[in-house]
């Protein structure tokens, strides 16, 4: 049975409250005021997060622990979505990762955590909703649901994705073991056949790599030589269609991401999720570490 405790994050100036799932050996640290999103998953103390401590001096978008992405996975084109007529500039990934998130419960089953529409969010996305993230933990399994709600009178287009950065101590240490039907590094028009092997390597002049896959099955493992972790990203495949794996040549972590839309999805008629008023949908998925 897990154990929740209440801490703070407290580095370069900034102070945030922490609320902390334990159980045995393992705890999953949820930071409500950064995107709502998890900031720490450890094994006896051994960190398989990665987090871009100076990210959290900012309100830029958190590029470290684990984002959630709605009501876009990417950035549309022109950086605009389309509705009744009118554009609506979005940044990458939405708008749920820049926000502070409210407490619903924290207790030692689940932290659950919402988020409702503002002045901010309306600018750039004209829909009422109300987003609900649960947290639990089993043992080094934790257990993550996002459920998105209409709130209001008109069908309400999305996409969610979720934006893990797992430490790595290189990139060469670490092996994939995924299946997929395709696998390219452009979401953009045909896409190839995914290969037996799906691999993530550095490119010559790039400073990132990224592999985008479709029909990805379920789970999603990494191993790293180097520290002995391995990670397993368990899904919901009827809600996850697409993974993404990237990494940046300079930083020590790989992304090993569920979506279930592309950057211009929600533009895209037949591309996107799409809830009529009074309906819900909950798109689950879990981390396992070892």
């Not at 209440?6 to 930071?31: C, I, N, R």
């Not at 409210?102 to 901010?120: C, F, H, M, R, W």
């Not at 240490?173 to 550095?202: H, R």
Request: proline share 6%; with cysteine.
């Amino acid at each position: 049975m897990a154990k929740l405790n209440e801490g703070v994050y407290e580095k370069y100036g900034v102070s945030y409250k922490t609320l902390t799932l334990t159980d045995g050996d393992f705890a999953l640290t949820v930071t409500p005021e950064k995107g709502g999103m998890a900031t720490s998953f450890t094994k006896a103390g051994d960190e398989y997060l990665w987090l871009r401590d100076k990210n959290f001096e900012s309100t830029d978008r958190p590029r470290c622990g684990v984002p959630i992405l709605f009501p876009n996975c990417g950035k549309p084109d022109g950086g605009v979505h389309h509705f009744n007529g009118a554009d609506y500039p979005i940044e990458n990934h939405g708008l749920a990762d820049l926000l502070p998130w409210q407490v619903k419960s924290a207790t030692d089953e689940a932290i659950e955590l919402t988020l409702t529409p503002n002045g901010l969010t309306k600018f750039v996305y004209p829909f009422e909703f109300c987003l609900t993230m649960r947290y639990t933990l089993a043992g080094g399994k934790a257990g993550l649901a996002l459920t998105v709600e209409n709130k209001g009178d008109k069908a309400m287009p999305f996409s969610v994705g979720f934006h893990p950065y797992f430490a790595a101590s290189k990139l060469e240490n670490v092996n994939f073991d995924i299946k997929a039907a395709t696998c390219s590094e452009s979401a953009k028009g045909e896409q190839p056949a995914a290969p037996a092997q799906i691999t993530l390597t550095k490119k010559d002049g790039a400073a990132e790599s990224i592999r985008l896959l479709t029909g990805v099955k379920s789970p999603m493992v990494l191993t790293d030589s180097g520290s002995g972790h391995k990670v397993t990203v368990a899904f919901d495949e009827a809600v996850f269609g697409n993974g993404v794996l990237w990494q940046q040549n300079a930083e020590t972590f790989v992304c090993m991401e569920p979506w279930n839309g592309w950057a211009n999805s929600v533009n895209e008629p037949g591309h996107h999720e799409e809830l009529n008023p009074g309906e819900s949908k909950m798109f689950a998925w879990s981390i396992t570490i070892e």
